[in-house]
């Protein structure tokens, strides 16, 4: 309590969630994952169209859930971690093992706009990963919809629909069939949300 304020604390993914729901690209969605792939990976999660923090706030964190095809070390000291294979730095740090010369997300952008196959190779993996990821996401939660943004999700102009590439292969067509959007609001996500967590208190889990 803050004087007579009481003041709650909640993760920025959870933020990010309720504001898709509430007025950004996942409206009319009650299950839904918010996620950012940029300098890390995030999100957040409503079922029910209602938030769920989870024990210790922490639910939806999407980017410690372990992936094929890395055994790169995860800053939370896990192997294998999405973000340790698609956040923006890991991804640049692969494709200059794979011999890009490049040394940023834009860079790796504007290689990717010249048709270079290391940073389009780097990008794709990137985008597979996070879409395997959401596949185990929503085969546990049964997602309808998850909405992306991030800087690093916009290192190419179809991101979205390469990480929505991998989902299409699960046997399952409830995994199948979950919607992966942009975000609709760029990076105001964890503003408006916290906004959200006041005006909105019946979306508040």
């Not at 939806?60 to 890395?70: D, F, K, L, Q, T």
């Not at 048709?115 to 996070?130: C, K, M, P, T």
């Not at 939660?141 to 909405?147: G, K, R, T």
Request: aromatic share 4%.
């Amino acid at each position: 309590i803050i004087g007579d304020v009481p003041v709650v604390l909640r993760i920025d993914g959870e933020a990010i969630a309720l504001a898709e729901h509430w007025i950004g690209a996942a409206q009319g969605g009650d299950s839904l994952l918010g996620m950012v792939v940029s300098t890390g990976i995030g999100g957040g999660i409503m079922l029910g169209g209602r938030t769920v923090p989870g024990r210790s706030g922490n639910a939806g964190h999407i980017g410690h859930i372990a992936v094929p095809a890395s055994t790169r070390r995860c800053a939370c000291g896990m192997l294998g971690c999405v973000e340790a294979v698609a956040s923006g730095p890991n991804t640049v740090a692969w494709a200059q093992e794979q011999g890009w010369s490049g040394s940023s997300g834009e860079d790796l952008a504007r290689s990717c706009t010249e048709g270079d196959e290391i940073a389009l190779a780097a990008v794709q993996r990137s985008a597979d990963a996070v879409g395997r990821a959401i596949a185990g996401a929503t085969a546990l939660l049964d997602i309808e919809v998850v909405a992306i943004g991030g800087g690093f999700s916009s290192v190419v102009p179809d991101y979205v629909e390469l990480v929505a590439a991998p989902i299409a292969e699960s046997e399952f067509p409830f995994v199948r069939s979950v919607t992966v959007v942009r975000s609709g609001l760029s990076g105001d996500g964890p503003l408006i949300g916290a906004a959200g967590f006041v005006l909105r208190p019946e979306m508040v889990g």
